[in-house]
């Protein structure tokens, strides 16, 4: 009972959290369009999200390889927005060989190859904005088809990629993601209502461990066609 009303406060908190900044950005309007979006993943020069930056965060890839090994061993797999290649290089190390990435920063898989060059050299990667991938591949299906900490930036304007995702997956999605922030590069969604009305069905989530492996905020959620 305490348990519910406490859940229902803190949805509500939630809810008006991102109201607000909603209400704040209107105001103040700091959004970008697709293009200056793509422009700053292709080279961040904030500062932030350095390739380098990306290389450690082993207890991020182990949360996954935990949430991956219940969905059986032969299964091909595509991570969208791999960057350097760190979850990508333990799913190999853990006998995971079919395995593809799509990746907008061409510096980002320079970096990939340079520290993790037995998996690079291993697995099909893609290197163009998630967007044209789509597009220009549409015939190629995964048994899964992950994210981790993308899809928050992901310009509403390309939406229609989550309906690419559900076609070209043929059992799984898998997304680790950022559901509140709001910026002018981050895209707060529920990503259960956005799979679910695509005929996805949620069966796993989490909102609690994966807050403390990377930061509150963040959800795990797997769907199953
Ligand atoms: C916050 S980083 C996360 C990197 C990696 N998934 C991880 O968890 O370590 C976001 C990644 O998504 C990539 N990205 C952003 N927008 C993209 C797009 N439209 N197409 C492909 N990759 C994109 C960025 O270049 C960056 O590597």
């Excluded at 103040?28 to 930056?53: E, F, V």
């Excluded at 690079?120 to 220009?136: D, G, H, L, W």
């Excluded at 709001?182 to 461990?209: A, C, T």
Aim: proline share 2%; net charge neutral; charged share 30%.
């Amino acid at each position: 009972m305490l348990a519910d009303s406490l859940s229902i406060i803190k949805y509500y908190k939630m809810k008006t959290h991102l109201i607000l900044k909603k209400i704040k950005r209107i105001f103040k309007d700091d959004s970008k369009p697709l293009d200056d979006i793509h422009k700053y993943w292709k080279k961040p020069a904030d500062g932030t999200n350095r390739p380098s930056d990306y290389i450690l965060k082993d207890e991020r890839s182990r949360y996954l390889l935990e949430k991956i090994q219940n969905l059986g061993k032969d299964i091909n797999i595509l991570e969208i927005g791999c960057n350097v290649g760190r979850n990508l290089n333990y799913l190999y190390n853990n006998n995971y060989t079919d395995l593809s990435a799509v990746e907008i920063s061409e510096a980002a898989l320079v970096k990939f190859k340079d520290v993790f060059g037995e998996t690079y050299n291993a697995i099909s990667i893609y290197n163009s904005p998630v967007e044209e991938f789509f597009k220009e591949n549409s015939n190629l299906q995964y048994d899964l088809i992950y994210t981790m900490a993308v899809l928050e930036h992901i310009h509403t304007d390309s939406d229609w990629i989550f309906e690419h995702m559900v076609k070209q997956t043929s059992k799984y999605i898998l997304i680790i993601e950022d559901e509140n922030s709001i910026s002018w590069k981050h895209f707060p969604r529920n990503y259960k209502k956005i799979f679910e009305n695509l005929g996805m069905k949620q069966i796993e989530f989490d909102d609690s461990l994966i807050a403390k492996v990377i930061h509150k905020g963040f959800v795990y959620r797997l769907f199953e066609k």
